[in-house]
């Protein structure tokens, strides 16, 4: 993982991803693994914050840009920011 710029965490897989990956059903990318990392922080409750970069990284690698240079963000007074 460290050659592709990604932390060295424990990154959640769902037995089904494994069971499919042995079985040669599913080839595990950066797009599962981003997936199952956001599935795991919402449903797990876990500080989703603390896993920013990692999930950061991981967009970059799939759409092969910078995350800042591809996605702006607009705030406003509502408490909701826009995606550009």
Known sequence: MAEFGLPNIAYPVPFAGIKAAIGGQLKIGFEELLYWLRLYTEFNYM????????????????????????????????GWSYVR
């Open 47 to 78: 500080r989703w914050l603390d896993y920013l970069t990692t999930m950061a990284r991981l967009a970059e690698l799939i759409i092969e840009e910078p995350a800042m240079e591809v996605i702006g963000l607009k705030g406003s007074d509502s």
